[in-house]
Each structure stands twice: as C-alpha cells, then as structure tokens.
C-alpha cells in the first residue's frame, strides 16, 4: 500500500515524446525513428518490394510487418502534435459555442 502512495505522490520521470515517424499498419501503428522511416520508405519505393518490412521501433521491439499492411508512414514532431491541439481546442470551443442550451447531443 505504501508503494502505491509513494508512486503516486512521485511520478516516474516521463521522457520528452521528441520527433518520430509513425508507420500506420491495417492492424497497429509503430513508432520509428527517421533514419528507419527512411530505410522503410526505400524498400516501399521499390519496383520489387519485399514480401516483409523487418524493422525496429523506437523502444526497442523488433517488428516484421507485410508490406502490403501497411497504409502510411507519416511524421509526427512536437511542433505538429502541438498546432494539432491548438486547433483541436479552438474546434471545441467553436462547436461549444455553437450548441443550444438546450441540445442534447453532449
């Protein structure tokens, strides 16, 4: 019980996210560093691409994906995710103002 306390009252240190790429997949999206997003981007751009992507993501885990799973590779820096909230709440706050006292959507 006290340990529960004491990681609660002491987050752990939360690494900054930082610059990464993410490789959308049919069924699960992986986080890459821009060195492998690029080494992925080649084997995509190839006449003959392989059946696999064989690759390592940002934490370490080896993943090895079919190359026709996968949708997108897109960047994604903390500059992006930021604008990304910026208007996300202005949205919000726009569609806050749009509603009627008494609509019962939310």
């Known amino acids: 019980m006290n340990h529960t306390r004491e990681k609660q009252e ?3 240190e939360e690494l ?3 610059d990464y790429f993410v490789v959308a997949t049919e069924y699960d999206s992986y986080y890459v560093t821009a060195e492998t997003a690029r080494e992925l981007g080649r ?3 190839r006449f003959w691409r ?3 992507l064989k690759f390592v993501d940002r934490h370490g885990a080896r993943a090895w994906v079919l190359t ?3 949708d997108a ?3 994604s820096t903390e500059l ?3 604008g990304d909230r910026t208007f996300n709440r202005a949205l919000r706050r726009e569609q806050k103002a749009d509603r009627r006292w008494d609509d019962d959507e939310y």
Do not use: H, K, T
């Open 73 to 75: 590779i897109r960047e």
């Open 50 to 52: 392989p059946r696999w």
């Open 80 to 82: 992006q995710r930021a």
């Open 16 to 18: 900054p996210a930082g």
């Open 10 to 12: 002491s987050p752990e």
């Open 43 to 45: 084997a995509l751009d």
């Open 68 to 70: 026709r799973s996968v």
